[in-house]
């Protein structure tokens, strides 16, 4: 397959003049008093094509065939313009000036084309588009964004660069698909995650829950979350930020993007830094102090003490876009580094000292996009990466400590020391190595119009070594070795019929994976050999449809028959997230149901309302899931392992409505209620909720902005959100001292965007009534914190 696509690629470079002549149509549109036209429609007649002006007035349309047309501006803010244009060069650059006007109405066939968010909400799937502008210049992070999204739960265990799971309508691990641009995120190793991509880098969030597109394919039955990052060709442009804030908290980014109009030159370069000391007070019902005599008080009040964390990425690309040969063609690097102290295990019981993680990761990456290849209607998709991942895991302190920070004692005031000599068992110093190759690649036909047939094929492989440092015999040059490879090809067929009204995707998958490791063990001197090979095939498929009743209303259903393997970190473990090894581990099978509407947007004068509602349905065979603790009387889970479940059940509803008004006041509702259900028949837990997964959540968000406050031109915004979890088990048994509290979290903010939008200043407080707030295995979060944001950008150089 890969010398197939390597062949593929250099068949489109040498058949370029083949093709239809075609050119891009772009520029900006102004109003006479010079200032951006934001969010008008432009209109290709006889085309039938829409777009939309971005914030600074841009619009663009590629792929016109040379010829005259009529193009035709049109908003609430402006008086209708007509300009007949000239597309008789690839590239043509048509700025526009417009008249401004008060109060009316827009024509009915502008009101009806799509935006890109509402195309992909409307395509049949249970998807929602999380859009970033408004948090680009507030001090959020991408994954608060995720957790205020309807049906997701951002499960964190503690502050800032913990480690952090995806919990999508009771599918949770690995079972739900983090992507970047369609690769998976763990191409580019753990320091660069989303707790440190910061917003202002990304064009869009698609959350998928249960079924997933074509282009998303791979072994994964929760659903995906893809980041879509920016791509930054419409202008040339530098932005950076500085926020600081509570915990000693420091971030930072920048990205400048730059493409020469003439030969279609690209290049594009974004970094970041983060670092925070996340020495925030706990006080809740699982921090505690043990006394020399033994006595355990609860609640104890103190400040987390060896908690830091720094990481630092960089992402740089060249090459060309928009040219004869490519749409894209882009070849990349990327590199993160970041250090961890961990504070405890999988639980608060036992505080650490000394336990760290160092992990480094080098990305070599290729972007390739080619619509109409070789002949019209063939397109083609490649994105490639391969990496260096390194990771040291070190745990050397003899000491037991408390949680005010000092090393425990007895009642004779000597030290005492761990049970193993170390914070988590024996001494040692994990070096582990992972060269990972990703490919994800897409070969797409217009058979007829509105019909579509695909091929995607996914390729992950990892070639993993292992080595304790501190251990005699490793330390001499044996190592454990471990490949691991999957492969996921799938088959599409899609469908617009009845005059685009029905939207149909059929498709079947071929899942195939391969696990082979050597491992070594030294027991009284005696050095033993363990090998693990293992090869599995399996087959899925499934159906999602989209019906338009009207333009704003559409039903959408989706099922699915999915397959996900265990994942090399489940199989392996991983040290530095405290998960230990499962070489027995069997692929989870899950069928998937959806069925929803999306109503809306609804205009009433000046008010706009939308709902969104997904009943859903996830019947899971061998689920993939950490194991929770079955007895009460041992509380201080330091590791954890991912076990099969050999049947589980999860059936609930979501909903989310929104209410614009005069397009100032923006407010949101949302929620997901569900019963996540073991169904492993004869167990004493049979139908009952899974532990350690929150069932019940609701987040309401509040926006309102006010326009010239203390200078013309100049923008204030508002902001007040509220997050609710219901309470749930943290271990199987039923006990009060161990159920997850209900909790409520509310935060406010405000930005301020000066006359000229190169500068804006923004201030955040988050958990303003300083709640408790808890997460996995009863992990307490930070309190109340508070940030100050500067933002500057440049738009045009």
Same mark, same amino acid.
């Given at each position: 397959?890969?010398?197939?696509?390597?062949?593929?690629?250099?068949?489109?470079?040498?058949?370029?003049? %083949?093709?239809?002549?075609?050119?891009?149509?772009?520029?900006?549109?102004?109003?006479?008093?010079?200032?951006?036209?934001?969010?008008?429609?432009?209109?290709?007649?006889?085309?039938?094509?829409?777009?939309?002006?971005?914030?600074?007035? @841009?619009?663009?349309?590629?792929?016109?065939?040379?010829?005259?047309?009529?193009?035709?501006?049109?908003?609430?803010?402006?008086?209708?313009?007509?300009?007949?244009?000239?597309?008789?060069?690839?590239?043509?650059? &048509?700025?526009?000036?417009?008249?401004?006007?008060?109060?009316?109405?827009?024509?009915?066939?502008?009101?009806?084309?799509?935006?890109?968010?509402?195309?992909?909400?409307?395509?049949?799937? %249970?998807?929602?588009?999380?859009?970033?502008?408004?948090?680009?210049?507030?001090?959020?992070?991408?994954?608060?964004?995720?957790?205020?999204?309807?049906?997701?739960?951002?499960?964190?265990?503690?502050?800032?660069?913990?480690?952090?799971?995806?919990?999508? *309508?009771?599918?949770?691990?690995?079972?739900?698909?983090?992507?970047?641009?369609?690769?998976?995120?763990?191409?580019?190793?753990?320091?660069?995650?989303?707790?440190?991509?910061?917003?202002?880098?990304?064009?869009?969030?698609?959350?998928?829950?249960?079924?997933?597109?074509?282009?998303?394919?791979?072994?994964?039955?929760?659903?995906?979350?893809?980041?879509?990052? #920016?791509?930054?060709?419409?202008?040339?442009?530098?932005?950076?930020?500085?926020?600081?804030?509570?915990?000693?908290?420091?971030?930072?980014?920048?990205? %400048?993007?730059?493409?020469?109009?003439?030969?279609? @030159?690209?290049?594009?370069?974004?970094?970041?830094?983060?670092?925070?000391?996340?020495?925030?007070?706990?006080?809740?019902?699982?921090?505690?102090?043990?006394?020399?005599?033994?006595?355990?008080?609860?609640?104890?009040?103190?400040?987390?003490?060896?908690?830091?964390?720094?990481?630092?990425?960089?992402?740089?690309?060249?090459?060309?876009?928009?040219?004869?040969?490519?749409?894209v063609f882009l070849l990349g690097y990327n590199f993160s580094d970041a250090y961890k102290e961990i504070q405890h295990g999988?639980?608060?019981?036992?505080?650490?000292?000394?336990?760290?993680?160092?992990?480094?990761?080098?990305?070599?990456?290729?972007?390739?996009?080619?619509?109409?290849?070789?002949?019209?209607?063939?397109?083609?998709?490649?994105?490639?990466?391969?990496?260096?991942?390194?990771?040291?895991?070190?745990?050397?302190?003899?000491?037991?400590?408390?949680?005010?920070?000092?090393?425990?004692?007895?009642?004779?005031?000597?030290?005492?020391?761990?049970?193993?000599?170390?914070?988590?068992?024996?001494?040692?110093?994990?070096?582990?190595?992972?060269?990972?190759?990703?490919?994800?690649?897409?070969?797409?036909?217009?058979?007829?119009?509105?019909?579509?047939?695909?091929?995607?094929?996914?390729?992950?492989?990892?070639?993993?070594?292992? #080595?304790?440092?501190?251990?005699?015999?490793?330390?001499?040059?044996?190592?454990?070795?471990?490949?691991?490879?999957?492969?996921?090809?799938?088959?599409?067929?899609?469908?617009?019929?009845?005059?685009?009204?029905?939207?149909?995707?059929?498709?079947?998958?071929?899942?195939?994976?391969?696990?082979?490791?050597?491992?070594?063990?030294?027991?009284?001197?005696?050095?033993?050999?363990?090998?693990?090979?293992?090869?599995?095939?399996?087959?899925?498929?499934?159906?999602?449809?989209?019906?338009?009743?009207?333009?704003?209303?559409?039903?959408?259903?989706? %099922?699915?028959?999915?397959?996900?393997?265990?994942?090399?970190?489940?199989?392996?473990?991983?040290?530095?997230?405290?998960? &230990?090894?499962?070489?027995?581990?069997?692929?989870?099978?899950?069928?998937?149901?959806?069925?929803?509407?999306?109503?809306?947007?609804?205009?009433?004068?000046?008010?706009?309302?939308?709902?969104?509602?997904?009943?859903?349905?996830?019947?899971?065979?061998?689920?993939?899931?950490?194991?929770?603790?079955?007895?009460?009387?041992?509380?201080?889970?330091?590791?954890?392992?991912?076990?099969?479940?050999?049947?589980?059940?999860?059936?609930?509803?979501?909903?989310?409505?929104?209410?614009?008004?005069?397009?100032?006041?923006?407010?949101?509702?949302?929620?997901?209620?569900?019963?996540?259900?073991?169904?492993?028949?004869?167990?004493?837990?049979?139908?009952?909720?899974?532990?350690?997964?929150?069932?019940?959540?609701?987040?309401?968000?509040?926006?309102?902005?006010?326009? *010239?406050?203390?200078? #013309?031109?100049?923008?204030?915004?508002?902001?007040?959100?509220?997050?609710?979890?219901?309470? @749930?088990?943290?271990?199987?048994?039923?006990?009060?001292?161990?159920?997850?509290?209900?909790?409520?979290?509310?935060?406010?903010?405000?930005?301020?965007?000066?006359?000229?939008?190169?500068?804006?200043?923004?201030?955040?407080?988050?958990?303003?009534?300083?709640?408790?707030?808890?997460?996995?295995?009863?992990?307490?979060?930070?309190?109340?914190?508070?940030?100050?944001?500067?933002?500057?950008?440049?738009?045009?150089?």
């Open positions: 397959m890969k010398y197939r696509l390597l062949f593929i690629i250099l068949i489109s470079t040498g058949c370029l003049f %083949a093709q239809e002549q075609t050119g891009k149509i772009f520029g900006k549109i102004i109003t006479s008093s010079k200032e951006p036209v934001i969010g008008a429609t432009v209109f290709i007649k006889s085309l039938n094509k829409y777009g939309m002006t971005n914030e600074k007035g @841009f619009y663009q349309f590629t792929k016109i065939p040379y010829g005259k047309y009529i193009l035709e501006i049109n908003s609430l803010e402006i008086e209708l313009k007509t300009i007949e244009i000239n597309v008789d060069a690839f590239e043509n650059n &048509i700025d526009i000036t417009v008249s401004e006007i008060g109060n009316r109405s827009l024509k009915e066939v502008h009101v009806v084309g799509m935006t890109e968010k509402r195309k992909i909400e409307t395509s049949g799937f %249970a998807v929602n588009v999380v859009n970033t502008k408004e948090a680009a210049s507030r001090n959020i992070q991408t994954n608060e964004l995720l957790d205020r999204t309807v049906g997701v739960r951002v499960r964190q265990s503690g502050g800032l660069g913990s480690q952090v799971e995806y919990n999508l *309508n009771g599918m949770t691990g690995r079972a739900v698909g983090i992507f970047i641009d369609g690769l998976e995120i763990s191409t580019y190793g753990s320091s660069f995650n989303l707790n440190n991509i910061p917003p202002a880098l990304i064009e869009r969030i698609e959350v998928y829950k249960g079924v997933l597109p074509a282009h998303l394919s791979g072994d994964l039955l929760g659903g995906a979350i893809n980041i879509v990052l #920016k791509e930054g060709t419409a202008a040339n442009n530098i932005s950076t930020s500085v926020s600081y804030g509570s915990f000693n908290t420091l971030q930072t980014d920048l990205s %400048a993007n730059y493409r020469n109009a003439k030969n279609g @030159f690209t290049t594009r370069l974004s970094g970041f830094y983060t670092s925070t000391d996340n020495n925030y007070e706990q006080w809740g019902r699982f921090s505690k102090f043990i006394a020399p005599d033994g006595r355990v008080t609860r609640n104890f009040r103190t400040k987390r003490f060896f908690d830091a964390y720094e990481t630092t990425g960089i992402r740089a690309e060249a090459g060309y876009s928009n040219v004869k040969w490519a749409d999988q639980t608060m019981g036992t505080p650490y000292m000394g336990r760290t993680s160092k992990t480094q990761a080098h990305v070599l990456g290729l972007n390739y996009k080619k619509r109409d290849l070789l002949i019209k209607g063939l397109d083609f998709n490649l994105n490639a990466a391969h990496s260096l991942r390194s990771t040291l895991v070190q745990d050397t302190v003899p000491w037991a400590y408390n949680w005010d920070g000092n090393i425990r004692t007895d009642l004779n005031g000597n030290p005492i020391r761990t049970l193993e000599g170390a914070q988590q068992g024996a001494p040692m110093i994990d070096d582990i190595t992972r060269k990972i190759t990703n490919i994800r690649s897409n070969l797409s036909y217009d058979i007829a119009t509105g019909h579509k047939v695909s091929i995607n094929e996914v390729f992950y492989g990892v070639d993993r070594q292992d #080595k304790n440092l501190l251990n005699p015999i490793t330390a001499n040059g044996i190592r454990s070795f471990a490949d691991f490879s999957k492969n996921v090809i799938s088959f599409n067929y899609e469908a617009e019929t009845f005059e685009n009204k029905l939207t149909t995707n059929l498709f079947t998958k071929i899942y195939q994976q391969s696990v082979g490791s050597t491992s070594y063990k030294v027991n009284a001197g005696v050095l033993t050999q363990e090998v693990l090979k293992d090869n599995r095939i399996e087959n899925g498929y499934g159906l999602a449809v989209s019906y338009k009743i009207s333009p704003k209303v559409n039903l959408i259903t989706s %099922a699915e028959k999915a397959v996900r393997m265990p994942d090399d970190d489940e199989i392996f473990g991983s040290p530095e997230r405290n998960v &230990i090894s499962n070489r027995s581990l069997k692929p989870e099978m899950s069928d998937n149901y959806n069925i929803g509407f999306r109503l809306g947007t609804f205009d009433f004068d000046k008010h706009k309302i939308s709902f969104y509602s997904n009943v859903f349905g996830r019947n899971i065979k061998n689920r993939i899931m950490p194991q929770a603790n079955e007895l009460l009387n041992n509380q201080e889970i330091e590791e954890t392992q991912f076990i099969n479940i050999s049947s589980a059940q999860s059936i609930g509803v979501e909903g989310e409505l929104s209410y614009i008004y005069n397009k100032k006041l923006t407010m949101m509702f949302n929620f997901s209620k569900f019963n996540s259900l073991l169904k492993q028949k004869g167990s004493k837990y049979y139908n009952t909720q899974l532990p350690n997964e929150p069932f019940f959540t609701m987040n309401a968000n509040v926006h309102y902005r006010i326009d *010239n406050v203390l200078q #013309k031109k100049s923008e204030l915004n508002l902001f007040y959100t509220f997050g609710y979890v219901g309470s @749930f088990k943290t271990v199987w048994p039923e006990s009060e001292n161990f159920i997850t509290p209900t909790q409520y979290a509310q935060n406010i903010g405000t930005s301020y965007s000066f006359p000229n939008r190169k500068i804006i200043a923004s201030l955040d407080i988050k958990n303003i009534l300083n709640a408790e707030i808890y997460d996995n295995f009863g992990v307490q979060k930070p309190g109340r914190a508070i940030y100050l944001k500067l933002n500057y950008i440049i738009n045009k150089f």
